[in-house]
């Protein structure tokens, strides 16, 4: 799961700032460093907001080892009654 998640979130990672530079410079202005850290500072958020629920299930499953044998949907259902839907 752990290979998955790290593909996942690269993945969207690349996604997010591909389209933001795409907006930045469809505007008309010329990437800068400045504009392209910034620009990678928001698609690093918004790669957490979309990626974070798989890397707690990941990081849920490996922590409970090999004798709980809790499957990716057991461990989802389990964290949304533990914690709701928000964590």
Do not use: D
Request: glycine letters at 10%.
């Amino acid at each position: 799961p752990k290979a998955a998640s790290t593909v996942l979130s690269n993945f969207a990672f690349f996604f997010f700032f591909a389209a933001l530079k795409r907006a930045y410079t469809k505007s008309g202005r010329a990437m800068g460093t400045g504009s392209g850290l910034l620009l990678a500072s928001f698609a690093g958020a918004l790669n957490m907001c979309a990626t974070l629920p798989a890397e707690t299930v990941t990081t849920r499953l490996q922590a409970g080892g090999r004798e709980t044998r809790e499957t990716v949907v057991s461990c989802v259902r389990n964290i949304r009654a533990e914690q709701g839907l928000k964590g």
